[in-house]
């Protein structure tokens, strides 16, 4: 919708709130269109979250797309914002009458010919509601292993990890780092007849043909680690188990991959080796995360070079980027970056790939576990074993012209 639309809109849906009540403003027309429009365009502009921030003078409405967070142009005025939310928690199923405690919700919306699924958080702020809203798109399809971004060396040894009949193989990174998607690629590869495979997720994101999911469910006692030993009762032979947070539930996975399954998970760390040491924090003994885990990949999510004003230009010598590339600079040596356009909204990105760090666990990285070895000496084990760090990655992407140095820098280090 066009701007000066978008400000009509707003300005109608403001009269009516004017005109009536809040209840009586949340149902009509004019809030109605508004709440449809703002999720019709952030699912148009390709948006993973929607953020709704009461201010004390107006709503600030954010969209993340490709990672970053965009304020709308078009801002709405503070009497529109309870009645917005209101529209939104209606749609979602959420009480509207409970304002003080967090809750949650979900709803379908169809948009452009496709079934979207959106999630719906609350949490009240000292200026109203808070909300927030994913957006996952229900019909897109399954990315295959090759669409993951690994470089070709790293998907080798990635699908030989997942195919391996035993053992925990852990994927790291921060939140909204892609490790969602990568587990279910592999899921989506290792889904045949011949094979059980069962999740235990919280929440689960998308359904998967031919899989068991759990959703987990703590009020009703189906815990992660309740639901791993059903699963064991369930002839499961791979399990994904959507993240590994205290020691209880880290104990229970390694002794299930100790006892012949495979399982995966995620954690929360910085690179692939810190996974190990995490492992070790939660109270996991060392041989029995030697003698368990097969391998650990860490990622990240970095945006793509516009493909519509992509341009290339020569790296200065004793500039900035000739200096990040350090050996694998040459002189002559061509990068590409965006120059922004319509299409990319200025920003000379759009899309995101990811960049990956693959560590298997070799026989010299089991051997510095059980020596309780300092992170440095497992690092340098890893490169001994040829292990290409995630900036690694990043640089050879970077050359390559996917992406570019300065977006590496920023997802690896702000």
């Given amino acids: 919708m066009e701007r000066q639309a978008a400000e009509r809109l707003v300005a109608e849906a403001a009269r009516e709130v004017r005109r009536g009540s809040l209840d009586a403003g949340a149902h009509g027309s004019h809030v109605v269109a508004l709440v449809n429009e703002i999720l019709d365009a952030a699912i148009a502009a390709g948006a993973t ?36 939310i209101a529209r939104l928690k209606v749609m979602a199923g959420i009480d509207i009458a409970k304002r003080n405690r967090p809750q949650d919700g ?70 909204n780092s892609g490790k969602t998607t990568t587990l279910y690629a592999a899921l989506s590869a290792l889904n045949d007849p011949s094979c059980n495979i069962m999740t235990l997720e919280d929440p689960v994101e998308r359904r998967i043909e031919g899989v068991s999911q ?51 998970s995620t954690l929360h760390t910085e690179d692939a080796v810190s996974a190990v040491f995490r492992m070790v924090e939660m109270g996991v003994p060392r041989y029995l995360l030697a003698a368990t885990l097969s391998g650990v990949i860490a990622q ?10 992509r341009e290339t230009y020569e790296v200065a010598p004793a500039s900035h980027e000739a200096l990040r590339l350090g050996p694998l600079y040459r002189e002559g040596l061509t990068l590409t970056r965006g120059g922004g356009c319509v299409h990319c909204r200025g920003t000379g990105y759009r899309g995101r790939m990811a960049i990956h760090e693959v560590l298997p666990i070799s026989g010299r990285i089991r051997a510095a576990i059980l020596r309780e070895e300092d992170k440095e000496t497992l690092r340098a084990a890893a490169e ?19 992406t570019t140095l300065d977006e590496v820098g920023r997802a690896l280090y702000g």
Avoid: Y
């Avoid at 958080?121 to 808070?130: N, Q, T």
């Avoid at 669409?147 to 035993?166: D, V």
């Avoid at 009703?220 to 959507?242: E, N, P």
């Avoid at 760090?389 to 050359?399: E, R, S």
């Fill in 49 to 84: 979250d929607i953020h709704l921030e009461p201010q004390r003078d107006g709503l600030r409405i954010r969209l993340r797309v490709d990672g970053l967070l965009q304020e709308r142009p078009v801002p709405l005025p503070a009497e529109l914002a309870p009645v917005v």
């Fill in 106 to 175: 979900q709803l379908r919306r169809a948009s452009g010919g496709r079934a979207v699924d959106m999630r719906v958080a609350v949490l009240p702020v000292v200026d109203g509601e808070r909300m927030v809203v994913r957006i996952l798109d229900a019909d897109a399809r399954f990315l295959g292993c090759a669409e993951l971004g690994f470089s070709s060396k790293n998907l080798a040894l990635f699908e030989g990890l997942i195919r391996r009949p035993t053992g925990l193989l852990l994927l790291c990174g921060p939140m």
């Fill in 214 to 264: 759990i959703q987990v469910n703590p009020e009703a006692g189906l815990t992660f680690v309740a639901g791993l030993r059903a699963a064991l009762r369930q002839d499961a032979q791979k399990i994904l188990l959507g993240e590994i947070r205290d020691r209880e539930t880290a104990e229970m996975a390694v002794r299930i991959a100790l006892t012949g399954h495979a399982l995966f």
């Fill in 300 to 309: 990240r999510l970095v945006r793509r070079i516009c493909p519509h004003c």
């Fill in 384 to 402: 001994a074993d040829g292990v290409e760090t995630l900036w690694q990655d990043g640089l050879a992407k970077a050359i390559a012209g996917e």
